[in-house]
């Protein structure tokens, strides 16, 4: 069995990034199950149809408006997912999202199960700026969820000993969460 | 009222004016007004970006060597284009020469994007502009059959195949679902493909889809992961190891092997699937010559896949460089990136402030700062326009100008270039298409060119990556298996000062990324992207861009229902991401029109 854990986002729009940070803080954190793949999927769009049919299982973090407070988390399964899109969009490459899975659809090649754990934005307009306080605080919650999942599809991920070092894992060269949210002289 | 701008265009925004937002299909926002005469003739036209960007304020203070994996966020579709532009830009400031192996597989990258995000752009994003996907479930599947085999060797066009592939469409659509193909303008009088021909690109549309997934593995393997593959100043990230075997990261001859063999599916799925197709829908759309924009007038490219590493020179580069101005196709003019007074960028009709407006900045002194006012003459609210104004700012879209003047980039201007310079490679296919078509040369100058001069160059770049890789694995036979320099790797090795300048030929036209480095770290930095280009607003004297330029005097069927106007502009791949952003939160699914 094969599943695709995956982080949606630009981390260069703030609270946009959330599934993308997600992600790359999970990585750091734990060891994932053989047949896991992790993957920074940015706003990829319809250039990820591939990756996600060829999943048996399919989890994704993404920054979702379902109107919530601010960070607040919700995890959406199974039909369900699809239809996120058809609440209140945030960005384009959320629509992108959905007609990724559709297209995945139409190809014959649909995840047997499909898990969406959604992060309430509060800024998505700050260009180049961190995630926000209450976004920030809701990555090691998600991640939570995202073992819950992934155990009850018999793949529970492993806490590494020692969390890998930032700039070390998913993302590199400067854009790393750490890296890219510290200050910097000259700017500000 | 009735106005003729220096560019050669008439406008009269005196009759009705429809909204259409946002236009792409695929990252990011952008929206479009134009006024109709009493015949539904568009006689003018207001292209908008929503979006205010400017990666410098991202990359101030940090470090150049890192610039590439900032660039490859600003948008989904150019990852791979704007880090290569990033490393060049580096390079360049810091006279940093890269290996032979390094220049191939860079072009090998670059090539393969071009081939990716053309076809992509095609069956995905554009041929629904052409196609009527719900037509295509009246299809008979034993004459769609016929008509495949009429115009292509490709295997995979049997009646049973088009059968199943209908009854899954079916499926699909009656499932509520229509996923992908919703919000098409489904019926609509401006489509003129039988179903057959609907059903056969339906086929293709999902053939296309899976193909990516062998395509990609390119990027995996000479960028070391896919998506965001890794890139290097100084060369390419992933060691030679010919006799290695599952080295983690290292190319041996078992990967060399596979991207052979790969190239060898990409030029096949164009010649017999993407060009048979093309051709096959442009017969029936011969008199819808419309959207010609400035192609026939004022084109630029600034040429891309090196023939030798580090030698931009015209001869070098195999993607033709120069512009051409007012329609004379006799006269190249040769481009200096490095001259203030060639690339500026002007804010007079873009929410941005200058100290002095009337003039435009090049890159290397560009600044991006916000200033969003809507003018006299606009309607609604900042956070719910109804109207522009275009009489003053009404874009988050700089205006690049080359010496002042308009003019379009992407597939179509190199081919223009290309043709004008009389290169066989770009001057045989058109004519040939053309005269396959029965159609004169002045026909390349529309949207089906624009769409067609895509189609040629993905069969161009196809042919080209099996040069580079065999020039690649000569190379590597031949001894040579350096792919980065790093002399000057550490920033003590680096002037205290310095600046330079990386460009290439991004799918959708001339990308170029100015840099200025000060004590080892990033000082200034501007992207200058193709769909600021084409969609740039007017300029300080009035001229329009290509954008604006191609919808005048489109004819609509019907204007509730714009599909003339999506048509046109997506002949140009608009990639907003790079220039624009949301502005309704509501993000409507596709397309809004609103007539006022």
């Excluded at chain 1, 399964?77 to 996120?84: A, H, I, L, S, T």
């Excluded at chain 2, 909204?19 to 036209?45: K, L, Q």
């Amino acid at each position: 069995m094969s599943v695709l854990v995956l982080g949606i986002g630009n981390i260069l729009w703030a609270d946009e990034g959330f599934g993308v940070r997600a992600v790359e803080a999970f990585d750091r954190l734990y060891a994932m199950a053989e047949g896991v793949d992790l993957l920074d999927g940015g706003t990829q769009g319809l250039y990820l149809v591939n990756r996600v049919a060829e999943a048996d299982r399919l989890l994704v973090f993404d920054a979702i408006d379902y109107g919530l407070a601010p960070g607040r988390l919700k995890v959406v399964r199974g039909d369900e997912v699809p239809k996120f899109t058809g609440a209140k969009k945030m960005s384009l490459h959320q629509t992108g999202f959905q007609e990724v899975l559709s297209a995945a659809d139409l190809m014959g090649r649909y995840p047997r199960d499909i898990a969406l754990i959604g992060c309430q934005p509060l800024d998505l307009e700050d260009w180049g700026g961190p995630l926000t306080v209450p976004v920030a605080a809701s990555i090691e919650p998600a991640i939570g969820r995202a073992i819950d999942i992934l155990a009850e599809w018999g793949v529970a991920p492993v806490r590494r000993a020692m969390p890998l070092p930032p700039g070390s894992g998913l993302l590199a060269n400067d854009i790393d969460w750490t890296a890219y949210e510290r200050p910097r002289a000259g700017t500000g | 009222m009735g106005i003729e701008t220096p560019n050669g265009f008439k406008l009269d925004n005196a009759g009705r004016r429809i909204v259409v937002d946002p236009v792409t299909r695929i990252e990011g926002h952008m929206r479009v007004e134009v006024n109709v005469d009493a015949d539904n003739v568009i006689r003018n036209a207001v292209s908008t970006g929503t979006m205010w960007r400017g990666i410098e304020v991202i990359l101030r203070g940090r470090d150049p060597r890192d610039a590439w994996a900032f660039t490859e966020r600003i948008c989904g579709v150019c990852t791979g284009t704007h880090a290569l532009t990033s490393v060049r830009a580096v390079e360049n400031a810091l006279g940093i020469a890269i290996p032979e192996n390094a220049n191939s597989i860079r072009n090998i990258m670059q090539l393969t994007l071009q081939v990716h995000d053309h076809l992509v752009h095609f069956y995905h994003l554009h041929a629904l502009d052409w196609v009527d996907v719900v037509s295509a479930l009246s299809a008979d599947p034993k004459a769609t059959s016929a008509l495949a085999q009429s115009i292509s060797d490709w295997p995979l066009s049997s009646p049973g195949y088009f059968r199943d592939l209908q009854g899954r469409l079916k499926k699909f659509v009656e499932s509520g679902q229509l996923g992908p193909f919703k919000n098409g303008y489904w019926g609509h009088a401006a489509y003129k493909l039988p179903p057959e021909a609907n059903l056969m690109a339906v086929a293709h549309y999902l053939e296309a889809l899976d193909f990516q997934k062998e395509i990609v593995k390119i990027h995996t393997i000479y960028g070391g992961k896919n998506p965001h593959p890794n890139w290097l100043v100084g060369g390419v990230p992933s060691p030679i190891n010919v006799d290695g075997t599952g080295a983690v990261g290292a190319i041996n001859m078992e990967r060399l092997n596979l991207v052979s063999s790969i190239i060898d599916q990409a030029i096949a799925f164009t010649e017999q699937v993407y060009l048979p197709d093309l051709k096959a829908i442009g017969s029936f759309y011969k008199d819808w010559l419309h959207g010609g924009g400035l192609s026939s007038t004022s084109v630029m490219s600034y040429g891309d896949i090196p023939e030798h590493a580090n030698d931009y020179s015209d001869a070098s580069l195999k993607l033709p460089r120069g512009v051409i101005l007012n329609g004379n196709l006799n006269e190249i003019h040769p481009i200096d990136l490095t001259n203030p007074e060639e690339v500026q960028e002007f804010v007079t009709h873009s929410w941005y402030k200058y100290p002095d407006e009337t003039k435009g900045l090049h890159p290397w002194d560009g600044v991006t700062e916000p200033h969003f006012e809507l003018g006299p003459n606009a309607r609604g609210t900042k956070t719910n326009i109804e109207a522009l104004d275009e009489a003053t700012k009404y874009s988050f879209i700089k205006s690049p100008r080359w010496k002042g003047h308009a003019v379009e980039v992407g597939p179509l201007s190199r081919y223009v270039i290309g043709y004008a310079q009389g290169k066989a490679e770009f001057k045989e296919p058109v004519d040939k298409l053309l005269t396959d078509l029965g159609l004169p040369l002045t026909a390349l100058f529309s949207t089906l060119g624009r769409t067609a001069a895509r189609a040629l160059e993905c069969q161009w770049a196809a042919h080209q990556l099996r040069y580079f890789q065999d020039k690649l694995v000569a190379t590597i036979k031949a001894g040579d298996l350096s792919t980065a320099n790093t002399d000057k790797w550490t920033p003590d090795t680096w002037p205290k000062e310095a600046k330079g300048v990386g460009f290439t030929e991004a799918p959708r036209g001339a990308l170029g990324h100015w840099i200025k480095i000060k004590d080892g770290k990033i000082d200034n930095y501007q992207a200058v992207v193709p769909t600021t280009w084409n969609g740039s607003p007017r300029d300080p004297e009035g001229n329009i861009g290509a954008f604006e330029a191609a919808l005048l005097d489109t004819p609509m069927a019907d204007p509730e229902k714009p599909l003339e106007i999506l048509r046109t502009l997506h002949s140009f791949d608009p990639c907003l991401a790079c220039s624009t952003h949301v502005m309704s939160e509501d993000g409507q699914d596709m397309a809004t029109v609103t007539v006022r």
